[in-house]
């Protein structure tokens, strides 16, 4: 082995061994078998001081086991002396000059060798005797260390080339003569450093505390005990070898150090630096003999120059500590860490079982509870209103739009003295909105305190932005207030919703036709409520989160967009219209009627291109209409029509054959039926007339008499004239699907009564409304075709794609010659000097038109009160275009005959109609018929 000093235990390749595995070569510690092993550092230390006051004890008292010589250790296994000095009895007495001289080799005494104690070093077999001669002749031929005293002998490799004294057990550790009571004793074979030694100051600091100088040393990793940091494990092969020799080589050097010096003298020079060499450490460990070891022998501790007090001695193994029992390594206090582990794993699984239990807790348990007190005074819900459609006429022209507005709202739950923090909340809520909303504070407080834990309260409706702007405004300023803490925001809770207001561009044009919508944004009337579907689209929804009645810009919003809704395109023309309800209002207010009604219609596609009435109310406005007012007059009024109805009669007998325009009809001035005398509206004497001429003049006897052909008996007439009527569409539907419209009255044959069956050939006995009477005059101009009426064109879409309407239904009622004849007699109607609508002639058009004048049933008492006055036609009669109905229900005021009071309205809306449809002036005159004829002739 090398002869290297001892590395100092302080340095990092240092290891601690566990007491109760290191080796016997002393760098393993001084437990010795039967030693407990949790004492302790001063217990350990306690328990070996109690063991060595009883060796010396025994050994003072002469018996086995006693003290030893000083000095050298026996085999020479002890620190070596300074060259020149000689133990105390081997010296003789002092002289004069107080030194004492050595004694001779043969004059010194024996000294007995004592006896051997543990385990023998190497396989485990007896120590090395030898005598004092022995002993001196191996001191005196051991070379001297020329660096100072002799350290430990170094230990020699052994034969099979394992590290030495690897089964030793570790040595016994004795207090050195002279050495303090309460100093660490040293182990038997080992001698400390002197005060020159470069180990002294390290050995100094080791005894300074229980760790030593340089801390708790490393533990060893499992496995690895009693093995140097730094030794690689041998592997295959070559180079396993050579790991193996550097690991015996490192062990046998580690077991050198901490037997502490070389005891049996110097160290040979240069043969660590041999050893060293990678080719000679093979064979120097193979050629060096194994020395024999003998029993170690105590030593003195040498003592410090010009010190009196004992060097503490120097903790074997290397170890830098004062560990538990000597070790230098400090008691490992939780050595099997699983119960470490078992604690924070239950630690762990409570937390996490806490963690569970208030989850589950939120989340399932207490889950509503938490989100409404979550969702209180934070996420509002707000409807987002779609756009409501536009009513266009049939040129694009809008007749109903939508403008922003906004509904104004509050949440009454935020107006608590709770939530507001002042007891009269909702009553300055009121005061500040009351000015600016136009409504008075009684009515807003009333609607704050109405439902305290609402959240969804309607303070106004449909508001200009103006009003809005108004109200943020103020909220700004309070909230500003707030937040200075100089007063409290009671606008908190006022918010708006975006309502589009109903804009009516026109005025009341035509807001019979177009309606109104309500409150709530719904058509309540008209076309707005026909196709309420269409226009008002599909309502979005919109949740946000405010804090202080304004919005957290950051938090979530929850939208869904609304759908607009579909512009309605109609079939009205708006010039048209403000010509046919200009002059239908004129003449109301002139003749002091209830009202009346003007129908426009295309004779050709059963489209109207007008529809008044009169009077009329703002749909933009309707809290300020007239009850009565409100609606479509031309369609939801049903009356009798009187003359204007004595097409249909006339038409069935032509159809029928009954009779031709020329067959001659004896009209006298009374016409007794049933159980009354019929007669027409003036008296006259027994008139001779052509059925021309019945038509012309308008007799109710000439009617009566005509109609009585269609059959061989009554009630074969009554059942063809029915027939005839309910082609003509009397008593059904228009087909519009009008709000409100209504389809007349017109009862079955067999429910006539005696006098019915006579009146309702005039006109008298049955209902029908304005659009009605109008088509019955455009189907004989249609050549005798009825086109069921359309007041809508087409739809379109938010994606602007335009949806025509259905093409409306067509039901032949009369042939085409029977339409010709009947367009012939009623142009009699207008161009004869004898005819009733003379007011009716347009100069360059030939006209058609009959009037009508009819007892009036009074819808309030049930009974006829008043007339309604009446004229239909179409023009031009030859190639018709264009047919005008108009009806004056309850003139007071001036003539209530159709001829005189209607006759007018219908020539000043046929001559702008025509006008409007750039429809070209008649080229020819009408042929004459004749109207009555000359009895004999």
């Not at 049939?394 to 939508?402: D, H, I, M, Y």
């Not at 819808?859 to 108009?886: E, I, L, M, Q």
Request: one cysteine or more.
């Amino acid at each position: 082995m090398t002869g290297r000093e001892p590395r100092d235990p302080r340095e990092p390749g240092d290891r601690c061994v566990p007491r109760d595995r290191r080796g016997a070569d002393g760098a393993g510690g001084d437990r010795t078998p039967g030693e407990p092993r949790d004492g302790g550092p001063l217990r350990g230390a306690r328990e070996w001081e109690e063991r060595r006051a009883a060796r010396e004890a025994r050994r003072s008292r002469g018996a086995p086991g006693g003290p030893r010589e000083p000095g050298r250790q026996d085999g020479g296994k002890g620190p070596a002396r300074p060259r020149g000095t000689a133990r105390r009895d081997d010296v003789r007495p002092a002289d004069g000059a107080g030194r004492g001289r050595p004694l001779p080799r043969d004059e010194r005494p024996e000294r007995p060798v004592p006896p051997e104690s543990g385990r023998p070093r190497g396989q485990g077999g007896p120590r090395e005797q030898s005598g004092p001669d022995e002993r001196a002749r191996r001191a005196d031929s051991a070379p001297r260390d020329p660096r100072g005293p002799r350290g430990p002998r170094e230990a020699a490799p052994r034969r099979d080339g394992a590290r030495p004294y690897a089964s030793e057990p570790p040595r016994r550790a004795e207090r050195a003569p002279g050495q303090a009571p309460g100093a660490r004793p040293q182990a038997r074979g080992a001698r400390p450093p002197s005060a020159g030694s470069p180990h002294w100051d390290a050995e100094r600091l080791r005894a300074r505390g229980p760790y030593g100088a340089v801390g708790r040393p490393a533990t060893p990793r499992s496995g690895e005990e009693g093995r140097p940091r730094g030794v690689v494990r041998p592997r295959d092969g070559e180079r396993g070898e050579r790991v193996g020799a550097r690991q015996r080589r490192e062990g046998a050097s580690a077991n050198a150090a901490a037997a502490g010096p070389s005891a049996g003298g110097q160290r040979e020079p240069g043969r660590d630096e041999a050893e060293r060499a990678p080719g000679n450490r093979r064979e120097a460990e193979r050629e060096r003999p194994a020395r024999p070891k003998a029993p170690a022998a105590p030593r003195r501790t040498p003592e410090r120059p010009g010190s009196g007090r004992p060097r503490p001695p120097r903790p074997r193994g290397g170890s830098g500590g004062a560990g538990a029992g000597g070790s230098g390594c400090p008691p490992s206090r939780l050595r099997n860490p699983r119960p470490r582990l078992r604690l924070v794993s239950l630690a762990l699984t409570l937390v996490m079982l806490a963690f569970v239990v208030r989850l589950f807790q939120v989340q399932a348990v207490d889950a509503n509870a938490y989100t409404a007190k979550a969702n209180v005074n934070r996420y509002i819900p707000v409807t987002l209103a779609a756009e409501r459609g536009s009513i266009t006429d049939r040129t694009g022209v809008e007749l109903a739009t939508t403008a922003d507005a906004y509904d104004i709202t509050a949440a009454p739950d935020l107006l608590t003295p709770e939530r507001a923090k002042v007891d009269d909340a909702p009553r300055q809520a009121a005061v500040l909105l009351s000015p600016i909303l136009g409504v008075g504070e009684r009515e807003l407080v009333g609607k704050l305190t109405a439902n305290p834990e609402s959240k969804y309260a309607v303070l106004a409706r449909q508001r200009t932005p103006q009003v809005w702007n108004q109200i943020k405004d103020l909220k700004s300023a309070l909230a500003d207030k707030e937040a200075k803490g100089r007063g409290v925001n009671v606008l908190a809770g006022i918010n708006r919703e975006r309502h589009s207001k109903r804009v009516y561009p026109n005025g009341d044009l035509a807001a019979g036709v177009l309606g109104f919508v309500n409150a709530q944004g719904k058509g309540s009337a008209g076309i707005e409520q026909m196709l309420n579907a269409e226009l008002a689209g599909k309502d979005g929804r919109r949740v946000y989160a405010q804090s202080g009645g304004r919005q957290v810009p950051t938090a979530d919003v929850k939208e869904q967009p609304a759908v607009p809704g579909s512009d309605v395109e109609l079939t009205i023309d708006r010039d048209l219209q403000w010509a046919a309800q200009k002059a239908i209002s004129d003449q109301v207010r002139e003749s002091k009627a209830d009202g009346g009604y003007v129908v426009v219609q295309d004779t050709r596609t059963g489209e109207i291109l007008a529809l008044a009435n009169a009077p009329g109310f703002d749909p933009a406005n309707v809290s300020a209409a007239d009850p009565a007012a409100l609606g479509n007059a031309a369609l939801t009024d049903a009356y009798e029509p009187g003359s204007t109805s004595k097409l249909m009669s006339l038409a069935a007998v032509l159809e029928e054959g009954a009779a031709t325009l020329r067959t001659r009809v004896v009209v006298p001035n009374r016409l007794p039926r049933a159980d009354r005398a019929f007669a027409d509206d003036i008296d006259h004497p027994t008139w001779h007339l052509t059925l021309n001429g019945v038509l012309a003049k308008s007799s109710n006897i000439g009617t009566i008499l005509a109609t009585e052909q269609l059959g061989e008996n009554q009630p074969e007439s009554n059942e063809v004239l029915y027939s005839y009527l309910r082609r003509f569409g009397l008593g059904q539907p228009t087909g519009l699907d009008f709000p409100g419209e209504t389809a007349g009255i017109l009862a079955k044959p067999r429910d006539w009564s005696a006098s019915q069956q006579y009146t309702i050939p005039f006109g008298q006995g049955l209902s029908l409304n304005a659009v009605q009477a109008a088509s019955v005059y455009s189907t004989i101009a249609g050549g005798g075709e009825r086109v069921v009426p359309t007041l809508v064109r087409g739809t379109k879409g938010p994606d602007g794609r335009f949806t025509p309407a259905p093409e409306p239904q067509r039901t032949r009622v009369v042939s085409e010659k029977t339409a010709r004849t009947l367009a012939q007699m009623l142009e009699s109607v207008v161009d004869d000097q004898e005819g009733t609508g003379a007011k009716a002639k347009i100069p360059g058009y030939r006209v058609a038109g009959k009037t009508g004048t009819s007892n009036r049933v009074d819808p309030k008492t049930g009974r006829y009160h008043g007339y309604t006055a009446s004229f239909a036609g179409f023009a031009p009669a030859d190639k018709p275009r264009v047919t005008v109905y108009c009806a004056v229900q309850n003139p007071t005021k001036g003539s209530y005959f159709g001829g005189q009071v209607c006759g007018p309205i219908y020539k000043q809306v046929m001559e702008f109609a025509l006008k409007t449809m750039r429809v070209a002036p008649t080229g020819k005159q009408s042929a004459r018929l004749p109207v009555t004829y000359q009895p004999g002739q």
